[in-house]
């Protein structure tokens, strides 16, 4: 391990004196957007960035002063989705991984954080992914480091980044809550078709958490929901991950005006599973599929668009332009979309101009800071 480095370090030790959350159950996207705006070339905005958001941050939560024991069930158990022990399951990973490799601590961890995936409107597991890219692709004040771009060798695992990892695993056990009827995965459509099909909830309640209770009395929903073909093995995971979530970024640039806001997770929950499956076991990759599609259909029929929108005009952005806008712009959803539609970009040559007439639905849609 290795001590601060960079901006980014910086950042995240500046961040981790505040909590997860703000307001009751608002989340913290800053260290999220910081290791994008970092990675993309941004790094000169970053503090400036952090001091227009971070009057929004609450101080870290205290400790209840009852240790969580990994090893026992019944105390782990006990607090797994109780946000009253949030400061606990932060201290309790923050301990862990400055004893342990980090990861083994995830490798334990990841089969029983995986089922809460919605918990926390999936903010957690996207906070987790955005922690272990760090760690596998060692993010640079001007970029990404290529040397560690596979992923095997590792990035920099300095103290803030182990650190980070630590928050956001806490908080994903904190706010784990698994939906109210599991997807199961057992059918035998494509992922296109599935997500086509997934049904929008009538009437849809304020809050997340309401809309996502409706979906087992939303007509058609299980069946539609199950529809999606299971990978066969781990060797189809990455793959099928990868169209997920190039299925989801292309919808959300016909379909964002369902809640541009929130239909961003559709996309960044499950590109958060594929970018942690390097530093997995590949016996978890199948169960991380699962849960990524659950996350994408959950999202997608909580937020119904009432029809297409036509489609983007204009000249063809590139993808360092679309960055800049999306960093310009500064809205933390913005900035994280375009993060993950530039990665759709980048692995399939025929969605790029689709990804990124995206990112510019992103920038049209969702409100600037302080606007």
Sequence with gaps: MTHTTGTFDEALERLHTKGPEFEGRLTNHAPMTVEALVRHGHAPLVHRWLDGYRHRLEDLPGRTGVRIDAADDASWRAALGDPARLGDWIDHFTRV???????????????????????????????????????????????????????????DETAPRLAELGHALGYWAARHQPLAAPVTTSGTAGIGAALAGVPGIADPPPGIRARFARLPGTPGWPTAA?????????????GMLA??????????????????????????????????????????????????WEAAASVTAAYPAPGPLEPVTGALVTADEAFA??????????????????????????????????TVRAVELITPPGA
């Design 97 to 155: 991984l400055a004893e342990r490799p980090w990861r083994d601590v995830l490798a334990e961890w990841w089969p029983r954080l995986l089922p809460g995936i919605t918990g926390g409107s999936t903010h957690p597991v996207i906070r987790t992914g955005h922690a272990v890219r760090a760690l596998l692709d060692g993010v640079r004040d001007g970029g990404t480091d290529d040397s560690a771009r596979n992923g095997t060798q590792g990035g």
């Design 226 to 238: 199950n529809a999606v073909r299971p990978p066969a093995g781990p060797d189809e995971v990455p």
């Design 243 to 292: 169209e997920l979530v190039r299925a989801t970024v292309l919808r959300y640039g016909e379909r964002a005006h369902g809640s541009p806001v929130m239909l961003v997770h559709a996309a960044t929950a499950p590109n958060a599973v594929l970018r942690t499956l390097p530093a997995l076991p590949r016996e978890l990759w199948v169960p991380g599929f699962h849960a990524a």
């Design 325 to 358: 806008r999306a960093a310009e712009h500064g809205d933390e959803h913005t900035i994280k979309f375009t993060d993950t539609a530039l990665d759709v970009a980048a692995a399939d040559p025929e969605a790029a101009p689709g990804a990124l007439a995206a």
